[in-house]
């Protein structure tokens, strides 16, 4: 029945949420749970930068402070607040028709005014670490903005690595959508959080949801429903995390408090995950 031993989900959350990521990663590796072991890692917007560095077998320590490309003046991305508004507006709607609201958001994102595309792959590329896809199996969500369906990248999408992460990203008004093979994608995160249900015939499941305590959980139970796995652990901020994150995930000055806040949750996650981790013989 199941195809895979581990897998591992990881979700939407802004820069402060990758930060959380990243130290929760490190911090459980220090309590004997790596999770870079996964079979199949799902990377979703931030989840994305997170799922390549561990991926790609570097420490996820490496992102305890946020990293600039080399030529970079520390800018922030150029955020264009009316069509980020108009996106959200759209998205608040979408129950009803989600298809649509998608296509509507991606000419949102067409024509925002969010700089260069490659000031944002020159920023993802350096939070990845790597220009090359890993061995390990590393699926990317993002949406094209012209049609709204999910596109899936991996290894044999003919995608570099940093431009799929950075259409992972790509969240409409604060990023531009990137282009790859002729087509222009966004942030995977507008049609889940996590994109947990891809992964289909995992025995163990962790998912990792740093914005579970905004949405309702049934969003995220609903998806798992069609996974089947035998053992599935959720992890989100608890609230000591949520106040280090403050009211902006996109706030980059809550970075390395958000991280120090994933690197201290490490402790109470890794004596739940240890057990399911090393047998798939715990449950959520």
């Not at 790609?56 to 150029?78: H, Y």
């Not at 890993?134 to 699926?139: C, Q, T, V």
């Not at 282009?179 to 942030?187: E, K, P």
């Not at 994109?195 to 309702?216: E, K, M, S, W, Y």
């Amino acid at each position: 029945m199941y195809t895979l031993d581990r897998a591992l989900a990881l979700g939407a959350g802004g820069p402060v949420g990758a930060a959380w990521m990243a130290g929760l990663a490190c911090g459980l590796r220090r309590g004997g749970v790596d999770l870079s072991e996964a079979d199949l890692i799902v990377g979703t917007s931030t989840g994305a930068i997170i799922g390549a560095v561990l991926a790609t077998g570097q420490d996820p320590g490496r992102l305890a402070t946020p990293v600039r490309p080399a030529d970079s003046d520390g800018t922030p991305p150029q955020v264009d607040g009316r069509r980020l508004g108009e996106a959200f507006t759209v998205l608040g709607d979408a129950a009803s028709n989600p298809a649509e609201a998608w296509r509507r958001v991606g000419r949102i994102a067409l024509v925002a005014e969010t700089g260069p595309e490659q000031a944002h792959l020159d920023r993802m590329r350096a939070m990845v670490g790597a220009d090359q896809w890993p061995d390990r199996k590393l699926l990317i969500t993002a949406l094209d903005a012209e049609t709204g369906e999910q596109e899936i990248f991996d290894r044999a999408s003919g995608a570099p690595l940093p431009s799929a992460v950075a259409a992972s990203t790509a969240f409409p008004g604060i990023y531009p959508p990137i282009t790859i093979n002729g087509r222009r994608y966004m942030d995977g995160s507008l049609r889940s959080a996590t994109n947990a249900g891809l992964a289909v015939g995992a025995r163990t499941l962790v998912v990792i949801d740093p914005q579970a305590h905004l949405f309702p959980r049934e969003l995220l139970l609903q998806e798992l429903m069609g996974v089947g796995a035998h053992t599935v652990v959720t992890i989100e901020p608890d609230p000591a995390s949520v106040r280090a994150f403050g009211s902006d995930l996109n706030d980059r000055r809550a970075w390395e408090p958000a991280y120090q806040a994933g690197l201290r949750q490490a402790a109470d996650a890794a004596v739940r995950l240890r057990l399911a981790w090393k047998t798939g013989s715990d449950t959520d």
